[in-house]
């Protein structure tokens, strides 16, 4: 996101520092914080805070601050996003009415960057008719408004009201500062490991933390395409603005993936999928007492295979991912072939660095026609950003003929 500019408008809500922590996941992606706070909004969060967090000058008085006489016009034209955060009714109601009474109600005012608005106030003010009208006027103004999460508020009540999670505001100004390159385009993301019972307390399952699958999910959904993540268990929250099938075990994944395979033009199966499965789940608690058992394992179905042999002839791209301990790119490459995928994302899981459960990655694509491209030790987010790359181009190819 390097090269961005975002606006934090900070009103004067109880969830205004939550804005602080908006701030730093905003710089954390390189992105340029500048923030405007109104003059309530310092009653609850110091300027100072979020001047040490963005590493610049933060605007909230608009005639007492030096050098602020014409930042309310130059602000909302150089940057590529505003995002208000949290909007008191009384700031919605300001912007909806064309107020300019104060630094950031002017700034949007003159504003063309898009606007982001992230309501935040009690769930009676938030239902109230006038707040309601005010949200659907700005809406039809081509301003973007968050739904308010539900739950417990400050004030005591309970229902819609509450400021979104930073990371979930983070994902939406993400998704409205990237190109929509894969707009149109269907893409299924597996993630996660699967789980295979043992007995009521037991399983078997694998290191996946679902880190890279939801990468790659969340990756496509900003870059415009309609995603279906499916995930076995893990302890990621489900990103917002896709559609989200959690399963269990290989069984429960490959039910999942083929009822939403119809329409699909890209296939990603980041997932780690339990190979065996305990023939029998025991319906109590194996008790101790022998020193030792056996467990007998059946194979699971697998899945990847079974989407490669059935999906000659149609449009859908197959990646495949390989997680190796010896023999990378040898073992990849069968995998490729046996799969009949379009490329496999080969990653060396016996590096501390990459594959489970690391944030970062480093990997390989391999494609059907022997070639092979590198890609150096890099986040996972940015390693899902060159598998879709690739992804869109083989999919480019396969609609030219
Ligand atoms: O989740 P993280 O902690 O971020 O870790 C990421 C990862 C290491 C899990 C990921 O980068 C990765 O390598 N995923 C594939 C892991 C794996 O199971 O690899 P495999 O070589 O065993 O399987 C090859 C391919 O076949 C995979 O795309 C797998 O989803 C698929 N498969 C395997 C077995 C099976 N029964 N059905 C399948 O569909």
């Known amino acids: 996101m390097k090269g961005k500019e975002v606006i934090i408008g900070v009103t004067g809500g109880i969830a205004a520092y939550k804005a602080a922590e908006l701030v730093r996941l905003l710089v954390k992606d390189d992105i340029l914080v500048k923030v405007a706070m109104t003059k309530s909004a310092t009653k609850f969060v110091t300027p100072l805070t979020f001047e040490a967090l963005s ?14 006489v014409i930042d309310h016009i130059h602000w909302g034209q150089e940057s590529d996003l505003i995002i208000i955060a949290p909007a008191t009714a009384n700031f919605i109601g300001k912007m909806a009415h064309g107020i300019g009474d104060d630094f950031l109600s002017t700034c949007v005012l003159a504003a063309t960057a898009k606007t982001l608005v992230c309501p935040s106030m ?12 005010n949200l659907s006027l700005l809406k039809r103004r081509g301003f973007i408004i968050m739904e308010p999460g539900q739950g417990a508020l400050a004030c005591g009540t309970e229902g819609p009201g509450r400021l979104p999670e930073p990371d979930e505001i983070l994902e939406q100004a993400k998704r409205l500062l990237s190109d929509q390159d894969l707009s149109g385009l269907k893409i299924l993301v597996t993630a996660g490991p699967t789980t295979e019972p043992i007995d009521p307390v037991r399983y078997i399952s694998n290191r996946s933390s679902g880190k890279m699958g939801y990468a790659l999910a969340k990756a496509a959904a900003r870059r415009g395409a309609e995603v279906i993540l499916v995930s076995g268990p893990t302890c990621l929250n489900p990103p917002p603005g896709l559609g989200f099938c959690p399963v269990i075990t290989a069984e429960d994944m490959r039910r999942s993936v083929f009822e939403n395979r119809p329409g699909c033009d890209i296939i990603i199966k980041a997932a780690a999928v339990s190979d065996y499965r305990p023939r029998d789940c025991a319906v109590q608690k194996i008790k101790k007492g022998a020193e030792s058992i056996s467990l007998e394992l059946v194979k699971n179905p697998d899945i990847l295979a079974e989407l490669g042999s059935t999906i000659e002839g149609s449009p859908s791209v197959l990646v495949g991912f390989a997680a190796e301990t010896e023999n990378l790119i040898a073992n990849a490459e069968k995998k490729l072939k046996a799969k009949s995928l379009d490329m496999i994302v080969a990653n060396d899981v016996s590096r501390k660095d990459a594959g489970f459960e690391t944030d970062t990655n ?6 059907r026609d022997g070639h092979i491209d590198d890609s150096p030790l890099m986040t996972k987010d940015k390693v899902a950003d060159l598998v879709l790359d690739r992804a869109k181009a083989l999919r480019e190819a396969v609609l030219e003929g």
């Open 362 to 367: 480093m990997v390989k694509f391999i494609y």
């Open 55 to 68: 590493g610049e000058r933060v605007i909230h008085d608009m005639f007492g601050q030096e050098g602020t």
């Open 122 to 133: 009690n769930t009676r003010m938030f239902e109230n008719p006038a707040v309601q009208e």
